[in-house]
C-alpha cells in the first residue's frame, strides 16, 4: 500500500492514474471483505439477524420487547481481557425480582469464528471483534424476555447477554503483536464471570448458562467451569442452543468446517482451554467439537437442536467451496428447492446427529430436543422459543421442555419424527417472503407427512 501512494504521488501521479489507483485499492479491499465474511463462519445467520427469517408467524407482544443497555467491564483490560481490537467486553443485564431475585441465566452470544490473522483482522473492525461497534442497547426476547406470557420459567430471573468479540467461543488466549490482535476469549469469560459474580451472582441459589451457535458451543466449553463458580447447593444446569457442531463431511467428500476449526484451534491458542479429558486421547481441533465432549461433561446439560441446522449446511454440508457448480445453490437457499436425493444427504446428517447423542441422552441428568426443522437457534425468538404457534414435539414446545428438565419436572429426551413429519417448524428460508411447510414440501417430494 505504501509504494501504490509514492507512485500516485510521484512524477507519475496523473489523473488517470491516481483513478486507477483507487480503483484497484477498492478492488481488493472489497475482495478482502466478501472473503473475510465468509471466513467468519457465516454464523451472522444467528437469532440477532432477524432478517433472514421469515416474520409470518403473527406472534403478538403485550408491549415493546425490553431494551437493555451495554454495560463494559471496566477492570478487564488489567487482566489481558479485550476483544480483538483491544477495546473492553461487555454484556447486557436486566436484574431479576421477586421469586427470581437469586436466580441468574447467562447467554452467551453467537457470532461464528476466525481462524485466519486476515478474518480476524477483518472481524476486529465489527460488532463481533470490537465493543465500539456493538449495539448500546439490544432487545431481549424469548429465553431473554421480562414477560410471563413470553417467558413462564425465567421472566423474572437475572438475565444477562455476555457479548460475543473473540472469535472462538470464549476460549482463545493469545496475541498477536504484527495485527494488534488480542485473541482473549477465555480470559473475556473469566473477567465476566468475576464481575457478574461481585454484581451478586455469588448469591444464586439457582444458575443457568445457555447460549446460541458458537455461543451454544461456548457453553459446552465452559459448562463445568461455570459449575465450578458456585457451592453445591447452588442448582447450576446449562442449555447449548443450535451448537452442536457435527464434524462431518461435505457435499464434495472433505470436512470443512473441521478445517474452519483447526484454524480457529491452533491460531487462537483454544486447545489450552480445553477438556483434558478430550485432548488426552484426541487431537485438539477434534475437542472443539461437542460430539467428542458432552460425555465427559459432568453438570447436567441440555442439548437444543434442529437436526437440519440451517447454519451447517450452508457453511459446512454444502458450502460453496465445496459445490463449484453451483448444484445446491438453490437448496441451501431454500429447502423447498432441494431435490429428493439432496433431502436424503440431508437425512444422513440428520441421523449422524442422533448417534452422536447417543450415549449423551442414556444420562438421567441431561436433556435433548431435536426437532426436524431447517433451522439455527431457537431460545432468542419469541416465536420458536414460547408462542401460540411456536415448534413442537409431541405436545410440548421449546420453553415448556426446557423448563421441565432446568426445573426437574419431567425427564425430556425429544427426538422429532424424521422430515418432512412436523408441521410446528419455523423454517429458515433465505431472502423469500413467505415461509414454506413442511407438509408442501412433502407433496413436493411424494413423501407423507404426519
Not at 235 to 264: A, E, P, Q, W
Request: net charge positive.
Amino acid at each position: 500500500m505504501r509504494a501504490m501512494a509514492e507512485v500516485v504521488n510521484g512524477s507519475e501521479g496523473s489523473a488517470a492514474l491516481k483513478m486507477k489507483m483507487r480503483l484497484l485499492v477498492w478492488a481488493l479491499w472489497l475482495l478482502g471483505l466478501v472473503s473475510s465474511k465468509w471466513i467468519d463462519g457465516f454464523e451472522d445467520l444467528n437469532v440477532t439477524e432477524q432478517h433472514f427469517y421469515d416474520q409470518s408467524y403473527g406472534v403478538s407482544y403485550a408491549s415493546k420487547p425490553l431494551l437493555v443497555g451495554l454495560t463494559l467491564i471496566n477492570g478487564a483490560a488489567a487482566k489481558g481481557a479485550v476483544c480483538l481490537d483491544g477495546t473492553l467486553p461487555g454484556y447486557h443485564l436486566h436484574r431479576g425480582y421477586g421469586s427470581g431475585a437469586n436466580s441468574w441465566l447467562i447467554q452467551l452470544e453467537g457470532g461464528g469464528w476466525c481462524d485466519s490473522i486476515r478474518s480476524c483482522v477483518y472481524r476486529k473492525n465489527t460488532r463481533h471483534g470490537s465493543s465500539t461497534y456493538m449495539e448500546r442497547q439490544i432487545q431481549f426476547s424469548g429465553i431473554l424476555s421480562n414477560k410471563a406470557e413470553e417467558n413462564p420459567d425465567f421472566f423474572n430471573w437475572n438475565r444477562v447477554k455476555l457479548r460475543y468479540c473473540d472469535g472462538a467461543s470464549f476460549s482463545g488466549d493469545r496475541q498477536y503483536k504484527a495485527g494488534k490482535l488480542y485473541l482473549r476469549g477465555q480470559r473475556i469469560w473469566l473477567a465476566a464471570m468475576e464481575d457478574l459474580m461481585s454484581k451478586g451472582m455469588r448469591y444464586a441459589t439457582q444458575a443457568l448458562l445457555s447460549g446460541c451457535s458458537a455461543g451454544g458451543l461456548a457453553s459446552i466449553l465452559h459448562c463445568d467451569e461455570f459449575r465450578g463458580l458456585f457451592p453445591w447447593t447452588t442448582k447450576v444446569k446449562c442449555l447449548s442452543d443450535g451448537g452442536l457442531f457435527l464434524d462431518t463431511i461435505d457435499v464434495s467428500g472433505r470436512r470443512t468446517l473441521r478445517s474452519m476449526f483447526r484454524g480457529v484451534v491452533w491460531l487462537q491458542g483454544v486447545q489450552k482451554s480445553l477438556p483434558r479429558s478430550c485432548t488426552n486421547h484426541l487431537n485438539p481441533t477434534l475437542c472443539f467439537f461437542p460430539q467428542h465432549l458432552i460425555a465427559d461433561i459432568k453438570t447436567p446439560l441440555f442439548l437444543l437442536n434442529a437436526a437440519y441446522d440451517m447454519w451447517q449446511i450452508q457453511a459446512s454440508l454444502a458450502p460453496p467451496s465445496a459445490d463449484p457448480h453451483g448444484h445446491w445453490h438453490a437448496c441451501r437457499k431454500n429447502y423447498a428447492h432441494c431435490t429428493l436425493s439432496q433431502i436424503q444427504f440431508f437425512q444422513g446428517f440428520r441421523n449422524q446427529m442422533l448417534n452422536a447423542v447417543k450415549g449423551f441422552s442414556s444420562s438421567n441428568k441431561n436433556g435433548l430436543f431435536i426437532n426436524s426443522c431447517f433451522a439455527h437457534c431457537q431460545t432468542e425468538r419469541q416465536d420458536t422459543w414460547f408462542a401460540q404457534k411456536s415448534p413442537h414435539i409431541g405436545n410440548k414446545g421449546v420453553a415448556e421442555s426446557v423448563g421441565n428438565w432446568y426445573f426437574d419436572r419431567a425427564d425430556i429426551k425429544a427426538v422429532d419424527c424424521p422430515f418432512p413429519c412436523d408441521k410446528t417448524c419455523h423454517n429458515l428460508v433465505f431472502n423469500q417472503g413467505h415461509n414454506v411447510t413442511n407438509t408442501q414440501i412433502g407433496e413436493k417430494l411424494g413423501v407423507e407427512s404426519s
